[in-house]
């Protein structure tokens, strides 16, 4: 059963972390602290990993679904989202002249 915003809100943090399924890999992590994360979780080549898309309530549900649909797209084409948003950082060129070595 998908997630609702008013299930997310009143998600009250415990002594572990715990997971919110919504639906086709994404789940929202609760930790400790109080923090909520918005996780998705996929396989590639038979290996699951978890790629980080945001914080709640900074990203709400519905956005939260969409950059699901987006990674899920590249998962698709053999691509793993995080390498995908790591080369596109790189590729910014203040962040390349911030992080380059003299």
Request: hydrophobic share 30%.
């Amino acid at each position: 059963m998908p997630l609702t915003d008013i299930q997310i809100r009143q998600a009250k943090p415990g002594e572990k972390p715990r997971k919110l399924s919504d639906e086709r890999g994404l789940f929202i992590e609760i930790r400790p602290t109080g923090a909520k994360l918005w996780r998705y979780r996929y396989k590639i080549e038979g290996k699951e990993n978890v790629f980080a898309l945001g914080e709640y309530p900074e990203m709400g549900l519905a956005d939260a679904r969409a950059e699901r649909d987006k990674a899920r797209a590249l998962v698709k084409q053999g691509r793993h989202p995080s390498h995908v948003r790591r080369t596109a950082r790189a590729k910014q060129p203040w962040r390349a002249a911030r992080h380059s070595r003299p």
